[in-house]
């Protein structure tokens, strides 16, 4: 089955700083969400990415699919309190049954 | 837009006992999936329901089932409640999904506390 691995697992940043976080799949991606979750709360939408090479951008953060179509990043321009959550990537599993996430990366920004 | 909406926001219970959680779905959208999120394991994908039928299940016991009615809202019934079921229950929908995935849009979630 599918497995979706995020790096780091916990992130801490100084206010103003950037970051990246990855996600890596086992399997070829056909189509990679990332979320953020407040803790205790639902999952808001970031981004969708669908084809290799593909890079979104809102506001100060940045998603890539990478060609091979086996890694994600997410990187954040300068780092803002606002940002702190936790960071999910989710990618549909072979069969198109299942939309599976990561573990998820939880990032703190300090002030 | 009215968002994805679950009740109740706070659920306590006993060992042993049964769990109703529901969800309303935004208006428009079919499908709904349920997923559990316990301390430690990450988002755990349930059930998937669309146009009524239950169209996947995750790796979970059969005491986890629900059912959507044909206002598209849904419920997720746990019986025999176990410690371990202690967890956010997060509920999500999507226009017809067909095989293919489109953008989840989530609620805020029902946490269970089994004691």
């Known amino acids: 089955s599918q497995e979706l691995e995020q790096s780091p697992q916990s992130l801490i940043v100084q206010e103003g700083k950037n970051l990246t976080i990855n996600c890596t799949s086992s399997k070829t991606l056909y189509g990679l969400y990332w979320y953020k979750q407040k803790y205790g709360e639902g999952l808001i939408f970031l981004m969708m990415?669908?084809?290799?090479?593909e890079e979104k951008s809102h506001e100060k953060i940045t998603a890539k699919l990478d060609e091979k179509k086996q890694q994600s990043s997410l990187h954040i321009t300068a780092s803002q309190p606002s940002h702190a959550g936790i960071y999910l990537c989710g990618a549909s599993n072979q069969a198109g049954t299942a939309l599976i996430f990561g573990k998820g990366t939880t990032l703190s920004v300090s002030s | 837009e009215a968002g994805v909406t679950q009740s109740p926001t706070h659920l306590i219970k006993t060992r042993g006992q049964q769990a109703t959680l529901r969800c309303s779905p935004i208006s428009g959208h079919t499908s709904v999936y349920w997923y559990q999120q316990a301390l430690g394991l990450g988002l755990q994908f349930l059930l998937w329901y669309d146009e009524g039928e239950e169209r996947n299940r995750g790796n979970f016991p059969p005491r986890f089932s629900g059912r959507q009615f044909p206002n598209y809202s849904s419920e997720l019934n746990v019986n025999a409640l176990e410690l371990e079921d202690s967890a956010l229950y997060l509920c999500a929908s999507s226009f017809s999904s067909s095989g293919t995935f489109f953008r989840l849009y989530f609620g805020p979630g029902t946490r269970l506390t089994v004691t």
């Open positions: 990415l669908q084809k290799g090479g």
